[in-house]
């Protein structure tokens, strides 16, 4: 949840004609990783959980490559997009032991 809300800040940063393009795709794709991980918990099963756990891990690698491109695009400054990428690799870090966790575990 932290990481979506810095990436609304991030996004409120965006040039005001990206608004339907890049910053919505952005806010998506953030949006998309606890969103995931909440309805994957919310399931019956161990499989289907980690199904959503690694829908999770692809909107992760969606929203880097958002803001990438935002840096590439030069709309924002390599330390601002270093700092939230950094956010990234730590949930990415978060996910990938939630998934080996949820997979060796008996129950979910």
Do not use: W
């Not at 991980?37 to 289907?48: F, N, Q």
């Not at 990438?68 to 270093?82: G, H, M, N, Y």
Request: charged content about 25%.
């Amino acid at each position: 949840m932290t990481l979506v809300e810095e990436c609304y800040q991030f996004s409120q940063r965006l040039p005001r004609e990206e608004m339907f393009g890049i910053t919505s795709q952005l806010r998506r794709s953030a949006v998309s990783i606890p969103a995931n991980i909440a309805e994957g918990y919310g399931r019956d099963s161990k499989g289907a959980y980690v199904n959503f756990l690694k829908t999770a891990q692809g909107s992760l690698k969606e929203l880097e490559t958002h803001v990438i491109l935002c840096q590439r695009l030069k709309f924002s400054a390599a330390d601002t997009v270093e700092a939230l990428l950094a956010r990234c690799e730590l949930v990415g870090k978060m996910l990938l032991g939630l998934i080996r966790n949820v997979q060796s575990s008996g129950d979910v």
